[in-house]
């Protein structure tokens, strides 16, 4: 059974820095790409940043050049570095696990950007 652990989610003054990380366990074999995806209330969850098998990385716009996503394959670990970080960017933040034919998702963790 395939379980993602997150950590690193807190309160941050505006401008300020969070790494958050993602540790998969379990049936991971088939991976094929990992990413992170956030909801504000009362919006839908949105992708942040994927990253493939390949190591091909895409973001969305509103955090290309502040956000970084990053894997490390021995740890079966995904990072989402955060700098510059604005009150927008709030919201509860989901690792994903992408396999063939599903999806896994963390338990989310809040990140909370004071102004």
Do not use: H
Request: net charge positive; proline share 3%.
């Amino acid at each position: 059974q395939v379980q993602l652990v997150e950590s690193g989610g807190g309160l941050v003054q505006a401008g300020g820095s969070l790494r958050l990380s993602c540790a998969a366990s379990g049936g991971i074999g088939s991976l094929n790409a990992m990413g992170w995806y956030r909801q504000a209330p009362g919006k839908q969850r949105d992708m942040v940043a994927t990253i493939t098998r390949g190591g091909s990385t895409n973001y969305a716009g509103s955090v290309k050049g502040r956000f970084t996503i990053s894997r490390d394959n021995a740890k079966n670990t995904v990072y989402l570095q955060m700098n510059s970080l604005k009150p927008e960017d709030t919201a509860v933040y989901y690792c994903a696990a992408m396999f063939p034919f599903s999806t896994y998702w963390g338990q989310g963790t809040q990140v909370t950007v004071s102004s």
